[in-house]
């Protein structure tokens, strides 16, 4: 499965259900080198380079239930449907 957000497109999903958080990286499984909260809440995991290399979307679900669309600035400021996270939050 891919999911694309903005100009990044992530090619692993996780999402745990009890916690209501979704995981999503780019290529194989890496330690990031640095992260950063966005302005929303979430999550951005950098590699050495800088480069994006994951996202960790908290309370997926809950805002998608309420809101019916995730902000998310990675890094320009994208706006996320539920028909581009419902295979990912199914896989739980």
């Keep these: 499965m891919t999911l694309t957000i903005g100009s990044l497109t992530f090619d692993h999903a996780t999402y745990d259900e009890r916690g209501d958080v979704l995981y999503l990286h780019i290529g194989e499984r890496q330690a990031a080198a640095d992260s950063e909260e966005t302005p929303e809440g979430h999550v951005l ?45 199914a896989a739980a």
Excluded: C, Y
């Excluded at 996320?80 to 996270?85: M, Q, S, T, Y």
């Design 45 to 89: 995991r950098f590699n050495d380079r800088g480069e994006v290399i994951g996202v960790t979307i908290i309370n997926a679900k809950w805002l998608l239930e309420r809101d019916h669309a995730i902000n998310i600035t990675v890094p320009e400021h994208v706006v996320v449907g539920p028909e581009a996270l419902s295979e990912a939050l």
